[in-house]
């Protein structure tokens, strides 16, 4: 376990059993003005993530002990939806959907640049903290979301969005009827160019649907374009 260090711009926990990885990743993160939490297996990392709360996670996903997914399944049923971003050095997709659909927010396939996982994690904490419109009330039919709070309901019932899923949301209401492709989407929601993997925005877009219970076909997919939302 590696000490935490203080800084301005919060706390992000990197739980990395590769520890020359772990030991870069902390630097980049310092240097940017972060304070990183270094836990080197998934029981130490998940027991850190209750205990300090930081503003971001950083997990591989083959970690000795509790795996990443397996934290970050944890942690969304403690009702924790700081933002995660997974560590793979696999090649096989089917680990990177499974981490989305856990609540997962983005991924990184190993090797990678140390500058690029900054700018993902910097990406995903200004998404979070929302727009500066504080009061931007968006609707669809039974479906509010309010930008200014990051807040999202069906029928006034709150729903549970991810920082991704809530602005992949409110991405599409913010032009209903537009058909957005998959690049765009990517884009425009993850920052970053469709090398990513046009299969990330299918796996969050069915999550959202899931989500969105009985109101799921207001986001309708436009076969061989992309997605909308259509009430």
């Known amino acids: 376990m ?30 940017e003005g972060f304070g990183v939490q270094v836990e080197h297996d998934g029981t130490a990392g998940l027991a850190a993530a209750r205990r300090l709360r930081p ?27 700081t933002p995660v971003i997974f560590l793979t050095a696999r ?33 995903l904490l200004r998404r979070a903290a929302g727009p500066p419109e504080v009061d931007r009330v968006r609707t669809l039919g039974p479906l509010t979301l309010d930008q200014g709070r990051r807040t999202a309901a069906v029928h006034q019932q709150p729903l549970t969005l991810t920082a991704t899923e809530f602005d992949l949301l409110a991405h599409l209401l913010g032009r209903p009827g537009r058909v957005f492709t998959r690049e765009e989407l990517l884009a425009a929601v993850w920052g970053y160019a469709s090398h990513a993997g046009t299969r990330t925005v299918d796996v969050h877009v069915a999550q959202v649907r899931a989500k969105l219970g009985g109101a799921a076909s207001l986001i309708r997919t436009v076969r061989g374009v992309g997605y909308t939302a259509d009430a």
Not at 95 to 107: K, S, T
Not at 114 to 119: F, M, N, S
Request: proline share 4%; hydrophobic share 40%.
């Open 2 to 31: 590696c000490a935490v260090t203080d800084a301005s711009k919060g706390l992000v926990l990197v739980v990395e059993d590769e520890r020359p990885i772990a030991d870069l990743v902390r630097l980049y993160l310092s240097r």
């Open 55 to 81: 503003v971001a996670c950083i997990l591989d996903i083959a970690l000795p002990g509790l795996d990443g997914t397996e934290i970050c399944r944890r942690m969304r049923a403690d009702g924790d939806w």
């Open 91 to 123: 090649d096989d997709e089917v680990d990177r959907i499974l981490g989305l659909e856990l609540g997962g927010d983005d991924y990184v396939t190993k090797p990678f640049s140390p500058r690029e996982l900054v700018t993902r994690v910097k990406t």
